[in-house]
């Protein structure tokens, strides 16, 4: 079974500076999608970015990019010029097919 | 880009009483999906809404508590029965209009039984 592990639970950052979050999964499969989605207090759930596991180019959506280790299976979230909007909650979340697993998120506080 | 909508927003229940939820996108969908996230908890499927045929529920989920439907491409509703305290969480559906791709979600219905 796939797991989804994102080791910290909270996290804080001054704005303007860079903050990277953790994720880590577990699977025998070798084609899949992995996730970064951002729930902010409004709980709508925004995508922010998505890497397919047969590209090696890491993905970059504007501040957001990852680091996509594939063979250490982690696939972290790096946000630079962290902004006050950015406050919300991260869930790392990895797919095959029609199975999507989500780890149990990490708390991101900007500070002004 | 298209969107995806969600009725109610938020209610207040009694217990042992059901709650119907809308999820409505503007656009045709491959799949949709039902999530529940319990308070300060992940995401959790509940059941993936098959067009013209029977839920496909998760381990832990069954119809008789979560009847779901889907009788077309851009429409879902999931009925949460009997509800307890324990039901109190925000449930949100899901689509993807390429099937095995990304999810999209709408914004979350949050419930809270008393």
């Known amino acids: 079974a796939q797991t989804v592990t994102q080791s910290q639970p909270e996290m804080s950052v001054q704005e303007a500076e860079t903050v990277t979050l953790s994720c880590t999964y577990d699977t025998s499969e070798n084609n899949y999608y992995l996730f970064w989605y951002k729930q902010p207090p409004s709980r709508q759930m925004i995508l922010v970015i998505r890497q397919e596991a047969y590209k090696q180019q890491n993905a970059t959506e504007n501040r957001f990019s990852v680091n996509f280790q594939k063979a250490a299976k982690s696939f972290s979230l790096k946000i630079s010029d962290s902004q006050l909007g950015d406050t919300a909650m991260y869930f790392c979340a990895f797919k095959v097919v029609n199975d999507m697993r989500f780890g149990a998120g990490t708390r991101l506080t900007v500070k002004p | ?114």
Do not use: H
């Open chain 2, 1 to 114: 880009s298209a969107v995806i909508s969600q009725k109610p927003s938020r209610d207040i229940c009694q217990r042992g009483t059901s709650l119907t939820i809308q999820c409505q996108v503007d656009s045709q969908v491959t799949m949709m999906f039902w999530y529940r996230q319990q308070p300060g908890q992940s995401l959790t499927l509940i059941a993936t809404a098959n067009q013209g045929s029977e839920a496909t529920y998760e381990s832990g989920f069954v119809i008789d508590k979560f009847p779901i439907s889907r009788p077309n491409l851009t429409f879902s509703t999931l009925t949460v029965s009997n509800m307890s305290p324990e039901d109190s969480s925000i449930y949100l559906c899901s689509v993807e209009w390429l099937a095995g791709e990304t999810q999209y979600f709408g914004p979350g219905t949050r419930l809270l039984v008393l």
